[in-house]
Nanobody
Framework: QVQLMEAGGGSVEVGGSLILSCEARNIRSYCMAWFRQAPGKEREGVASISRLETPTYADSVKGRFTISGDYNKKSAYLQMDSLKLDDTGTYYC???????????????????WGQGTQVTVSS
C-alpha cells in the first residue's frame, strides 16, 4: 500500500513563503501532485510533477509556486512564494502510480492521498 507523508504548512502573512514536502513509500514510478481545498470550495489542483515531464501548474499559482521532485527519496516539494489570502486552505499530496501525470487536475484520477496539511495566509 502506498503511503504519503506530508510535512510543512503553517501560518504566514501575505507575501510570505512556505514549503511543503511529500514522501511516498512503497512506490516505484509515479506522478505526484498537490491539491488544495479552501472551506466551502471544491478541491483544486495546484501543481504536478513526474520524472518524465516538466511540471504543470494551475494558472492561479504560476510564477509563485514551484514544484520539484527528488526521485531518489521518492519525494516532492512545493515551494510557495508571494502567498496570497486566496492560497489559504488544506493542501493535499496526491499520487498516481504511473510515470506520466494525468492531463488535467482531476482529483478522481489520483489514487493515493496524504492526510492534508493546513496553510493559512493572513493580512
Amino acid at each position: 500500500q502506498v503511503q504519503l507523508m506530508e510535512a510543512g504548512g503553517g501560518s504566514v502573512e501575505v507575501g510570505g513563503s512556505l514549503i511543503l514536502s511529500c514522501e511516498a513509500r512503497n512506490i516505484r514510478s509515479y506522478c505526484m501532485a498537490w491539491f488544495r481545498q479552501a472551506p466551502g470550495k471544491e478541491r483544486e489542483g495546484v501543481a504536478s510533477i513526474s520524472r518524465l515531464e516538466t511540471p504543470t501548474y494551475a494558472d492561479s499559482v504560476k510564477g509563485r509556486f514551484t514544484i520539484s521532485g527528488d526521485y531518489n527519496k521518492k519525494s516532492a516539494y512545493l515551494q510557495m512564494d508571494s502567498l496570497k489570502l486566496d492560497d489559504t486552505g488544506t493542501y493535499y499530496c496526491a499520487l498516481v502510480r504511473r510515470s506520466v501525470c494525468p492531463p488535467t487536475f482531476n482529483a478522481d484520477d489520483y489514487e493515493d492521498w496524504g492526510q492534508g496539511t493546513q496553510v493559512t495566509v493572513s493580512s
